[in-house]
């Protein structure tokens, strides 16, 4: 029960990252129509950045900073270069061109960084330990990281629901048409959202570096399972973004630790179940738990 | 008259032969190196590329030897490409350079039965080319996979650890060295998980890990996943607790570098060390790190000891490559100055060699490497030596 007690914590934990990933996947995709498959490269983006910087100046926390705004500038900088060439386009086209991106990024980290994966080690004051569960020490460094993502989502959600601009971007996710039509400076609004996005996902890539092997490619893995929540929680939705996290995070942890002690089919049944999932949720809600019914 | 011009034309002849001769011996050898130069594991590859030229260059055989690389991107439709247009295009004799099994299994066993070359694995070392499928023209330089889990498993024996955790990821490799570990190891296995491939968070598996308590994990996860696991393993406070095992595969230079202090005290298996007391590996090791400035590792000393012992059959057969079945018997000779010290093929045309426990420490300077702890097998023969029909 108490060991129960600490997957379920896991299971959280790993939401928190998907979470984080997801909001911005789902924004752009809910405002922009845009399907960007080069969003796992922002996570890298960050983890790389804030790795080398920890590096040179010893300081994880400028590491973290550094990170997370080198992914939101390498947002702005795809927005106005590649994705205001992608709006009109249809969804195929874009994930050619941003597969493309990934390729182009992989390739990029690899020049700047060498071959060799980088290291981000858990900052010192989070090196220790708190004993939720008794006997069973849990790293202080993932609790952190649970409010880290819980805090900023707050954040995220007081932007989008409190604030002029939030306005403007549910509105933008509503008519775009429209919201243009009453002076609002769409491609400013559009470069902001998908920055926003961008920096969500580098600040994920340096949460998730210290647990991470930092290198070419690393974004992959975790942009398919962030693909999965947004599906789950309907495109466009943050609140969608956070149950599918939730669900997807939990079920896959719970999944991994409990199905192959019932089955020994349970590794393989294991990395389906998220699929099977989103596969009942889509039966039963076709737009996803909190998409928009057409 | 017709004398002199049947001298004159038997002279131009000669001449003619001598030249063609001495045409032939400078003519350089092409050696094919078809590997994984690309992808997270790219390193791989560049490696044994490295290791490869170091030994040509420290033999002064740099310009009796051309080699032509290209990167199969750790995809068997590339790689089999590749390895065929070399064959068939180039007229490359000698292919090397396959850096995983499943490249390996789809290009090796096409090669040696459709062309008349030879191929000299640097790294991979499936069970098949070494059991049932073995060839008179397949040789392996570095290793069968199952060898550095057997060993670990026999160290586990000698220190007593009774209760042993076993983790790997969900496909072939990973079973096959969980298995090879089981095949040496009398304790207790306590657990036995198979986690998705590629999986990047471990912390599930590790509070189960936890919980069950063992006297040490034995876990197979090469390249980044090695990485993710060892971190995580350490940030959940157990490296103090449970004694880690594992194959070489995670802990390379390359690695460690990643990983950092969390390795430090990590055992794992390797049948190559750069601390190895040889003449022949100070001169690798040596070299190594001048020409690169960087340390070696087991893959680098791999493409040294491939290129050795090209060189040394060439070597008997006057660089020739004209009759494989001779070159063939000259490499299985394995006339050359392993870094691994004694070093022989077996029946297999595998090697025969000792297995090494290493263990991670930091080393003067501050770096994170490996030094031999024990040695665990003396002239070990793989387990699948007996299925090879080969004599």
Redesign the interface.
């Given at each position: 029960m108490l060991l129960f007690l600490e997957q379920l914590l896991n299971g959280v934990q790993l939401s928190v990252t998907l979470l984080l990933m997801a909001s911005g996947l789902t924004l752009v995709f809910g405002i922009m129509n845009l399907l960007n498959l080069a969003h796992g490269s922002l996570f890298m983006v960050g983890a790389y950045v804030a790795a080398w910087t920890t590096g040179v100046s010893g300081s994880w926390l400028l590491g973290l900073v550094a990170g997370a705004a080198a992914a939101f500038v390498t947002g702005i900088v795809i927005e106005l270069v590649v994705m205001r060439r992608l709006y009109a386009r249809d969804h195929l086209d874009q994930v050619l061109a941003t597969f493309g991106l990934i390729l182009f990024f992989n390739e990029l980290v690899r020049l700047l960084w060498g071959i060799r994966p980088m290291r981000l080690d858990v900052p010192e004051a989070l090196g220790g330990f708190v004993e939720i569960v008794p006997g069973a020490p849990y790293p202080l460094y993932r609790l952190a990281v649970i409010a880290a993502g819980a805090a900023v989502m707050l954040a995220l959600a007081w932007l989008v629901q409190g604030t002029r601009v939030g306005m403007r971007i549910r509105a933008g996710s509503v008519d775009r048409e429209m919201i243009g039509a009453l002076g609002v400076d769409i491609g400013r609004l559009y470069t902001l959202v998908f920055a926003l996005g961008a920096l969500l996902a580098g600040l994920a890539g340096v949460l998730a570096g210290p647990f991470l092997a930092i290198q070419s490619g690393m974004g992959e893995p975790i942009l398919i399972l962030a693909f999965v929540v947004v599906v789950i929680g309907g495109i466009g939705s943050l609140k969608g973004a956070v149950a599918g996290s939730l669900l997807v995070g939990i079920t896959d942890t719970l999944g991994r630790v409990y199905l192959p002690k019932i089955t020994d089919a349970g590794p393989a049944l294991s990395s389906m179940l998220i699929f099977l999932v989103m596969a009942v949720v889509l039966a039963v809600f076709p737009t996803g738990l909190y998409g928009r019914k057409s | 008259m017709p004398m002199k011009s049947a001298a004159a034309a038997a002279a131009a002849a000669a001449l003619l032969l001598a030249t063609a001769a001495a045409a032939q011996a400078a003519d350089p050898v092409k050696v094919g190196m078809v590997t994984t130069l690309s992808?997270?594991a790219?390193?791989l590859g560049?490696h044994v590329r490295k290791g490869f030229e170091l030994a040509l260059e420290q033999a002064g055989v740099a310009d009796r030897v051309t080699l032509l690389v290209e990167d199969d991107g750790l995809d068997p439709g590339t790689a089999t490409q590749l390895t065929e247009r070399m064959v068939e295009r180039d007229g490359v004799k000698i292919m090397t350079g396959a850096i995983f099994s499943n490249v390996a299994m789809a290009t090796i066993p096409k090669l040696v039965r459709n062309y008349d070359i030879l191929y000299v694995s640097p790294n991979a070392g499936p069970a098949p080319l070494a059991g049932k499928g073995c060839h008179p023209r397949y040789f392996n330089t570095a290793y069968q996979n199952d060898n550095f889990a057997e060993v670990m498993g026999k160290y586990a024996n000698e220190q007593n650890l009774k209760r042993v955790y076993l983790m790997a990821p969900?496909y072939q490799a990973g079973k096959d060295s969980i298995g090879g570990f089981k095949r040496f190891f009398k304790g207790e296995v306590v657990g036995e998980?198979?986690?998705?491939l590629?999986?990047?968070?471990y912390?599930?598996?590790i509070?189960?890990l936890?919980?069950a308590n063992p006297d040490a994990v034995y876990f197979f996860y090469p390249?980044?996943?090695g990485?993710?696991f060892m971190?995580?393993f350490a940030?959940?406070?157990l490296a103090d607790k449970v004694v880690a095992l594992g194959p070489a595969f995670s802990f390379d230079d390359?690695?460690l570098?990643?990983?950092?202090d969390a390795a430090i005290g990590f055992f794992n298996g390797s049948q190559w060390s750069p601390d190895l007391d040889v003449a022949a590996n100070k001169t690798f090791v040596d070299g190594y790190k001048a020409k690169f400035s960087e340390y070696p590792t087991l893959y680098a000393a791999q493409g040294y000891d491939t290129a050795q012992a090209i060189v040394a059959a060439l070597q008997k057969t006057d660089w020739s490559t004209a009759d494989m079945d001779a070159l063939a018997a000259a490499m299985k000779q394995a006339d050359f100055p392993s870094v691994r010290g004694e070093f022989a093929f077996g029946n297999n045309n595998h090697p025969i060699q000792d297995i090494y426990v290493r263990e991670v420490f930091k080393d003067d300077t501050g770096n994170v490497t490996n030094r031999i702890a024990t040695k665990g097998f003396d002239n070990h023969v793989d387990a699948y030596a007996a299925e090879c029909e080969m004599k």
């Open positions: - | 992808t997270g790219g390193y560049d969900n998980v198979y986690t998705k590629n999986q990047t968070d912390a599930a598996e509070a189960e936890r919980a390249g980044g996943m990485i993710n971190k995580q940030q959940a406070g390359t690695l570098d990643a990983v950092g």
